[in-house]
């Protein structure tokens, strides 16, 4: 198995700046790598994938169901790098926001269910996740000027150290509706980071986060030939082609290592 050393190298060879990683062996007893200076990283896009699990907790105790329909009002609206298939008056079930938000990273959905759960009882339930320091604190904006949030009470949080928690904790089903979230996640139609750095037959079910100077990329690994592993990059590089080629060599070089065992 590859080293915290060989990690910092990869790292440093593809260009990725301090960025934030962790990387864990699923179907091996073996530790958790991390590069982590414990300095705060705003997970963009990354804190969707508490939210769909703070949603599946809600559903779990019965507070939501997956089928309930939901009016997506303009007050949520906001920019998508995808043309959003939501639009006002439309009226959408939880379970489809849900994978909205997890395969095409849309905005609008996550306003939506924000507004469904509530930011402070989704971030109770993603304490009760374990997930300690995430919250929930204002709804997404797709670029400036920021959508209009009287509710906002600061940036939401999400560590990448939690991410690969919750990642590790779907891919072994421990979390609400795994399997399901799993699959979205396997949905992802964003695949230009790390994903370009994989080989056929590898799969990658997984989430990323994009702000001016924020880029991110983790999820559930699995190997053409065998192997499954977490692994979560929070980078403080600028969300361009130069930064997605960047995480593509951080995952060949690492992904050689895995495979040589």
Avoid: C
């Amino acid at each position: 198995m590859i080293d915290s050393a060989e990690v910092a190298i990869a790292a440093d060879a593809a260009g990725l700046g301090s960025a934030t990683i962790y990387l864990a062996a699923l179907d091996r007893e073996r530790p958790r790598l991390a590069l982590d200076s414990g300095r705060p990283i705003y997970p963009a896009s990354m804190i969707k994938v508490p939210l769909a699990a703070a949603t599946a907790s809600a559903v779990d105790a019965g507070r939501v169901r997956w089928d309930d329909p939901i009016e997506v009002l303009a007050a949520n609206m906001t920019f998508n790098d995808a043309p959003s298939p939501l639009e006002p008056g439309y009226v959408a079930t939880v379970i489809e926001l849900v994978e909205l938000m997890l395969t095409r990273s849309d905005n609008v959905a996550t306003n939506v269910l924000m507004d469904v759960l509530g930011r402070e009882p989704a971030t109770v339930d993603a304490h009760a996740l374990g997930l300690r320091e995430t919250a929930f604190r204002r709804k997404l904006s797709g670029k400036l000027p920021l959508i209009d949030d009287p509710a906002a009470t600061g940036r939401n949080s999400h560590p990448a150290r939690e991410a690969a928690d919750l990642f590790e904790g779907i891919a072994r089903g421990s979390m609400p509706s795994s399997l399901l979230l799993h699959r979205f996640l396997r949905g992802q139609v964003w695949n230009t980071k790390l994903s370009a750095g994989l080989e056929p037959g590898d799969r990658f079910a997984h989430k990323t986060g994009d702000t001016d100077d924020t880029s991110h990329d983790g999820g559930i690994l699995e190997l053409a030939g065998g192997g499954r592993y977490v692994i979560v990059v929070y980078s403080e590089l600028a969300s361009n082609d130069e930064t997605d080629a960047r995480f593509a060599a951080f995952m060949r070089r690492i992904r050689s290592r895995l495979v040589e065992g």
